[in-house]
Structure formats: C-alpha cells, structure tokens
C-alpha cells in the first residue's frame, strides 16, 4: 500500500518562506503526477501546483504562479513544495497527491489522484 506522508508545515509571518516535504513509500514516481492541494475550513480543496513525470512539466494555480515551486527528489521518493513570499491567504492544510496516468485535463482534479497524505498546517499571520 502506498503511503505519503507531509511534514514542514507552522507558523510563519507574511513574506516567509517554507518548504513542505512529502516522503512517499510503497509507490513508483514513473509514470506519475505529483500535486500539492489546500484546504480552508468550510471550503473544497482547491489545486495549487502539479508535475508530471512524463514531460517533466509543471502546473501552477494562478495565484502561486511565481511564489511556489513543486519538485521532487526520485532518490528519496519526495515531493516538495516551495513557497516563498507567503500571504495570509495561503493559510490552510497542504496535502500531496499522487496518480498514475493523470490525463493533461485532469492535472488540477482532485479526482484524479488515488493517493494522498494526511496534510500540514501551514499559517501566515499578516
């Protein structure tokens, strides 16, 4: 069974910077999108930011474009989300996803992903 497991999330101030980190076992990058997801309490988790191991491209949501940067490490099967310049608005729980054979169309759809992580708090005070 795969697992994936989120951690680097706190309590930062506007205009810090963290990395969330999501280590992932029992499962292979090949073949794989990757994504990082956010929730605020009362609203449906939105999309912020995917790769795609076949064409190695990456997918943002608009208002992280430019702040946030997805990666990940095959050697330590990890996914990370870099984000700089936070906002209060960016508060909410990360979670990482991971699918195989995600379509392009389906890259920012929850639905698409089979597994996913627990999720970490991330807060930015103004």
């Known amino acids: 069974q795969g697992q994936l497991v989120e951690s680097g999330g706190g309590l930062v101030q506007a205009g810090d910077s963290l990395r969330l980190s999501c280590a992932t076992s029992g499962l292979t990058f090949s073949n794989s999108a990757m994504a990082w997801f956010r929730q605020t309490p009362g609203k449906e988790r939105e999309f912020v930011a995917a790769f795609r191991q076949n064409g190695g491209r990456t997918y943002y949501e608009d208002s992280v474009r430019g702040r946030f940067t997805i990666s990940r490490d095959g050697a330590k099967n990890t996914i990370y989300l870099a984000m700089n310049n936070l906002k209060p608005e960016d508060s909410a729980v990360y979670y990482c996803?991971?699918?195989?054979?995600?379509?392009?169309?389906?890259?920012?759809?929850?639905?698409?992903?089979?597994?996913w992580g627990q999720g970490t708090q991330v807060t930015v005070s103004s």
């Open positions: 996803a991971l699918g195989y054979g995600v379509i392009l169309s389906s890259i920012r759809n929850e639905a698409a992903y089979k597994y």
